[in-house]
């Protein structure tokens, strides 16, 4: 992993973090309906990493 994060850094690789590749899991489990087991409460892990919602905004 160390020498992705030194291409990213080095411009070789998109950047990406371990957030990101924590949600990747999440969103994975998630819509294979598995239990990622992540937090201590699965709504917690829902509301921070699960990318599969849905979110609308209002246009400036």
């Known amino acids: 992993m160390t020498r992705f994060f030194a291409a990213a850094a080095a411009g070789?690789?998109?950047?990406i973090t371990t957030h990101?590749?924590?949600?990747?899991?999440?969103t994975e489990k998630g819509e294979?309906?598995?239990n990622p087991e992540t937090h201590k409460?699965?709504?917690t892990t829902?509301?921070?990493?699960?990318?599969?919602?849905?979110?609308k905004v209002k246009p400036l």
């Not at 070789?12 to 950047?15: F, G, L």
């Not at 829902?46 to 979110?55: E, G, Q, S």
């Open 12 to 15: 070789a690789a998109p950047a």
């Open 20 to 26: 990101d590749l924590r949600a990747y899991y999440v």
């Open 32 to 34: 294979k309906g598995e």
């Open 41 to 43: 409460n699965p709504a």
């Open 46 to 55: 829902k509301r921070v990493y699960d990318r599969t919602r849905v979110v």
